[in-house]
């Protein structure tokens, strides 16, 4: 394994992903008020983030546009309202969940559309479903990548299949996600080793999307960035399901191309994402996310212990052991 | 640089050392109830924790009784009447301060004291009376490691030179310590690879103490550890000055040798430092302590904020530039 660059070095094939409005969206059912939106996008454009994405574009066959807001659906014509037609230096991403995505009917031409890039998120057993829409979207116009989801449940071997297949698409990137926050630096690097030996062969990059159950979002972030990742996903005050993610200020902090400034984030923690916490939002690091990512699973159990404003971290162990034994 | 074993390895070399009394401490001037005390005591037996720390060996030239709780001072009565005269499976640390310790009238022979170890904390000027320290307490019959402390602040051909110095003294470990939380895992695992070959030239061990202002404590603990660090520092749910430390129920879910558990730790956390952060007591990773670890700063203008309840990040920000540059 080799490393790239060392820690003086501007990298220029990083891409830093702000994941907030859609994985943040998880804590909130995607209900934040436009001026939140707005004032992120313009702070993301300051800040040199290159990619902010929006929301999903989920299928209203699946869900209620009642029960969620409105970047569960990143209309065009909602994401516009918020951008504007002027030109902007941060591109705009969406996430399309394969299965639940009714992508030929709701994702149109790029030139008629302000997203630049669809990120589809796949589970390893469902590529075929991913291929066909990678192509899809990129015969519409749109760059994509692919994130294929909970891999530190997956197989050496599915992982390497898969990606000897997504290599012959059309697709940007391979995501590393690591849905259960159960990864450590060690594994961090020897996957972006791993998927980066199949990205060079195809010509394509690596990615990676964290979460902070173990404390080791940024951690892993970054290392994996060493050993060759590109895309690199965070969000705001590290906001998004249960333990959240690597937070967009730690990395912008980190990075070394002056064109990344940490300073315009800050206002954003400052002026929104505190607020959202002192309603009652909750993410973050706490013991019961803890104990899900050590035992590598889903965070659910974790999530409702919070919900329900639970202390008894002993007992949730011994539940929670009985969970996934059951 | 070589790794030592891999993620499934039994270490045996590795030390657990709690440092929540001490570290932790320092949030609330040493003022912890016995119950709490006594039953982190008989938790870190359970949970397989080689040492713990009760607190400083301070002069009481330096510091008054009547301002700080009873483990800022460490007398050997109130150890003893924590932990009985029975044996027990952690043994006891302190932490003495060059230059701030009546070493010569605190530190009785060993067969009279319940301590096990004098942990002697130096910055890198202070070697020789450190060096005094290590000798004295040896003397006396006690182990030693030394904490060189501020290392991101010390240039490598000093360290390399203090190494060397300390080498050949009695002590059994050279501590890295991270005092401003603002190294990397990548910079972690090269301080663990330079202290730990002169200290195979010398028969010694390494260790690590992280702080966690960049939400690294627990990664660069790991990351040293894999590189040859066998003295290992954490607290329960990371209590400790500022932004806090390396958690110890992460420590104890990652390592591999079964007789470390987390369990009774988790029972500490919800009987114990629940309570204190719900009494007010604050430690743990918070924006400003983020921005003292990326500029390589002490903490304290940082303390301050979080102490006056202030929410001005972005300003907080800027008056750190000044501060860092006057």
Redesign the interface.
């Known amino acids: 394994m080799a490393?790239k660059g060392?820690?003086l070095s501007v990298r220029h094939d990083i891409r830093v992903v702000d994941a907030t409005i859609r994985d943040g969206g998880l804590c909130n059912d995607f209900r934040f008020d436009d001026k939140f939106v707005s004032d992120l996008y313009k702070a993301n454009n300051k800040a040199g983030v290159d990619y902010m994405e929006f929301g999903y574009k989920a299928s209203r066959d699946f869900f209620s546009e009642d029960k969620f807001g409105k970047w569960k659906f990143c209309k065009d014509e909602d994401i516009r309202s918020i951008v504007g037609d002027a030109p902007s230096k941060t591109k705009i991403a969406v996430m399309a969940d394969v299965g639940r995505t009714d992508f030929e009917n709701d994702i149109i031409p790029k030139n008629e559309s302000p997203i630049d890039l669809v990120r589809i998120a796949t589970y390893i057993n469902t590529i075929p479903a991913a291929v066909e829409m990678i192509e899809y979207c990129a015969k519409q116009g749109y760059e994509t990548t692919i994130n294929i989801m909970a891999v530190s449940k997956a197989r050496t071997e599915d992982i390497k299949a898969a990606l000897n297949i997504l290599g012959q698409t059309p697709v940007s990137a391979f995501y590393i996600v690591d849905s259960y926050g159960s990864i450590?630096?060690?594994?961090a690097r020897r996957l972006a080793d791993m998927y980066g030996e199949i990205a060079d062969k195809y010509n394509k990059l690596v990615g990676i999307h964290a979460h902070?159950n173990?404390?080791?979002?940024?951690?892993?972030t970054?290392?994996a960035m060493?050993y060759g990742a590109s895309y690199l996903d965070a969000t705001v005050?590290g906001m998004g399901r249960g333990a959240g993610n690597c937070?967009l200020?730690?990395l912008l902090?980190?990075l070394k191309n002056p064109k990344y400034k940490?300073?315009p984030i800050?206002?954003i923690?400052?002026e929104h994402t505190?607020k959202l916490k002192a309603q009652g939002v909750k993410w973050g690091?706490d013991?019961p996310y803890?104990?899900t990512g050590?035992f590598n699973t889903h965070p659910r159990p974790a999530i409702q212990f919070v919900k329900e404003d639970r202390?008894?971290?002993?007992n949730f162990?011994n539940e929670l052991y009985d969970i996934i034994n059951s």
């Open positions: 490393q060392d820690l450590y630096p060690e594994e902070n173990q404390q080791l979002a940024f951690a892993n970054i290392e060493t005050d937070s200020e730690l902090g980190f940490v300073y800050l206002k923690i400052e505190s690091y013991i803890m104990l050590q202390g008894d971290y002993f162990a």
